[in-house]
């Protein structure tokens, strides 16, 4: 019988044991309850009975150490079972300290692939000897039932060796030393005293006016003299170093009438939560920060709309201007719910965010989620401008998706337009209002030229065209309204009121043509008869009066076909065109006479060649047509009407 694993499900018991002195430990079962479901190699449950099944352990999922293994015999009810594994061979818990894997047997089959791995549960077995310390039983430690004296301590650090915990300390500090014996502490009696304080004095760096253990009653005010430790940048009593009053913004309620040079501090009452406004006259820079830690630079935070705005009112000046001196670095990099970096722009000409680079992007966006942009602007979703040649286009404006003008010759080009998806317009007569070309194959395409609608060029490489369409195309009259003047369908035909054929003037089929001699090939103007040897061809006629005469070879005296008929791949078709009706000119002697135009023409004996009309009840049915010019003599091209009979 084979049968196969479909489902187990093991179940384990954890006990958690405490180490307590006289409390006999229940022990932990090394067993594991197991269930299983046991099929034939069709899925179905075997038939319920007894069955010998081999349990291991293994320490691999393949191959591996044999670490336990019992054989039992099992109780099989619709393919389900459930034993209690370590039954007869207990399961040591110390073989469940890594990954274990159950392999099963049921005999006389070969072991169960794959093996089951055992998850944690199983693993409780290990709490088996939780009540132990090191592995060693909790009776072979002894239990304190009184304090330990100090000599039966080991192992004590040096500073304790006397027993007493005083370093650093004194009696007054000591928490060990009862509250009576201490007498308050001396100045002597503090030890790691910092140099500063030798003389029992904290006047290190300040004065009297700023000793806090100073009475208020003896402080006069604080003199410029009594403070000690002055910076040298200070010590003219002025904090001026590096900057002008105009410039000093950390100062709070300075006069809005200080003046120094052409800069002027106009607005006051810096840091305290009133609108301020920082301004200087300069060309250098009015605030400066750098940061050479991984934090940033300036950190706004505002509860209302704009943490930071900037506003340049010079003609050809920057609002905020940021540079990253790495290649890897940002230059301005925003993140917000709403808009990391927003620009608005009011004025004709400006930019709301402006961006400029040499040799990469002047402005980049990515989208890295589903459903967001990388760039999103509103009014102009992008405008770009080729600022020498006047090219200018904008993406997302008004009535249209994408718009493009080629400088100031007016023509321009519109995709996604309210009314068209792709729009073109030139304003010169040489122009074209959309062009395409593909490079490799040299074919190209105009829509909207001087003096046509649709252009296609193709190269000369075999299999290309000017135009292609798939599926029903319809023409319909600009002058004449109604139905298509033609239409051509997808299953081949063509359908239209009249078709004007301008190219020759005969309609023809292609056959193949045997000649009758090496040397007397099939060519233009040579009558031709069916071929009786051959179904479905023509040969060169050859004899008076042939019944079988089946038309002219098109092509002669310059008349070439007007219409050529056949059936690719078929019987119906062949490489020379015969001429069945139409004008064709026709090789003919006068052996029958001279010829005149109306004059009946039939076949001749002379190779591919037709004759007038002698006899007409021979002629009936091996007439040709009539001849339409004459021939008094000899041989020579005739222009015939094809009109077999």
């Not at 060693?136 to 009184?146: G, H, K, W």
């Not at 502490?185 to 290190?204: K, L, N, R, Y």
Request: aromatic share 8%; charged share 20%.
């Amino acid at each position: 019988m084979k049968s196969k694993l479909i489902m187990a499900c093991c179940v384990g018991f954890l006990l958690v044991l405490a180490v307590v002195p006289a409390v006999t430990l229940a022990a932990v079962p090394k067993q594991i309850n197991y269930q299983g479901f046991l099929t034939d190699p069709d899925g179905d449950p075997v038939l319920d009975g007894d069955y010998s099944m081999a349990f291991k352990i293994y320490d691999a999922p393949i191959g591996g150490t044999l670490l336990w293994s019992e054989t039992q015999t099992v109780t099989v009810t619709e393919g389900k079972y459930n034993i209690i594994l370590g039954e007869l061979t207990p399961i040591p818990p110390d073989i469940l300290d890594d990954n274990r894997y159950l392999g099963i047997t049921v005999a006389p089959d070969s072991e169960m692939t794959p093996r089951l791995k055992i998850t944690s549960t199983a693993f409780s077995i290990k709490a088996g000897d939780a009540h132990k310390l090191g592995g060693m039983d909790s009776s072979q430690y002894a239990l304190i039932t009184e304090m330990c004296d100090w000599s039966e301590i080991t192992g004590i650090p040096s500073c304790f060796a006397d027993g007493i915990d005083d370093t650093g300390i004194t009696i007054e500090t000591d928490p060990t030393v009862p509250s009576s014996v201490k007498d308050g502490t001396s100045w002597s009696e503090v030890s790691g005293i910092p140099a500063g304080f030798a003389d029992g004095t904290d006047d290190t760096g300040i004065t009297t006016e700023t000793d806090p253990t100073v009475p208020d009653s003896v402080k006069d005010g604080t003199n410029w003299s009594e403070l000690s430790g002055i910076p040298s940048g200070f010590a003219d009593g002025v904090d001026n170093v590096g900057m002008t009053t105009s410039s000093d913004y950390g100062r709070s309620g300075v006069a809005s009438n200080l003046y120094e040079g052409s800069q002027t501090l106009t607005s006051r009452y810096l840091n305290d939560d009133r609108a301020e406004t920082i301004q200087a006259n300069t060309t250098a820079n009015l605030l400066r920060v750098i940061q050479d830690g991984t934090g940033y630079a300036i950190d706004a935070q505002s509860d209302g709309s704009v943490a930071i705005r900037s506003e340049s009112k010079n003609a050809n000046g920057t609002g905020v201007a940021a540079y990253c001196s790495s290649d890897a670095g940002v230059g301005i990099f925003g993140q917000g719910g709403s808009k990391g970096v927003w620009g608005v722009s009011n004025m004709t000409g400006s930019y709301g965010v402006y961006g400029e680079s040499t040799n990469y992007e002047g402005v980049r966006g990515v989208n890295t989620g589903t459903g967001n942009f990388g760039v999103l602007g509103s009014g102009f979703g992008a405008y770009g401008l080729h600022e020498s040649s006047g090219n200018h286009g904008y993406l997302g404006h008004g009535s249209c998706g994408v718009f493009g003008q080629y400088g100031s010759s007016g023509n321009y080009g519109m995709f996604g337009h309210s009314g068209y998806a792709v729009y073109g317009r030139a304003t010169v007569d040489s122009a074209v209002a959309v062009h395409g070309e593909n490079n490799s194959t040299g074919n190209s395409g105009d829509i909207g030229g001087n003096w046509y609608g649709v252009y296609g060029e193709s190269s000369s490489t075999e299999g290309h065209c000017a135009g292609a369409f798939k599926g029903n195309v319809k023409i319909w009259s600009k002058i004449t309204p109604g139905d298509p003047v033609l239409e051509l369908r997808d299953d081949g035909k063509a359908v239209c009121k009249i078709l004007q054929i301008t190219g020759g003037s005969d309609l023809s089929e292609g056959f193949e043509i045997r000649g009758i001699k090496e040397k007397l090939l099939p060519s233009p103007g040579m009558v031709v008869s069916i071929d009786p040897e051959n179904p479905g061809d023509l040969m060169v006629c050859n004899k008076t009066y042939d019944r079988r005469v089946a038309g002219i070879i098109s092509g002669a005296g310059g008349v070439k076909p007007g219409m050529l008929m056949g059936q690719k791949d078929s019987m119906a078709d062949g490489t020379n065109p015969v001429a069945l009706t139409g004008r064709v000119y026709c090789w003919v002697d006068t052996s029958g006479g001279s010829i005149e135009p109306g004059d009946l023409l039939t076949t001749s004996s002379t190779p591919g060649h037709a004759m007038k009309v002698c006899d007409y009840n021979r002629a009936q049915g091996a007439i040709i047509g009539k001849a339409m010019t004459s021939l008094d003599k000899g041989k020579g091209l005739l222009l015939v009407l094809v009109s077999l009979q």
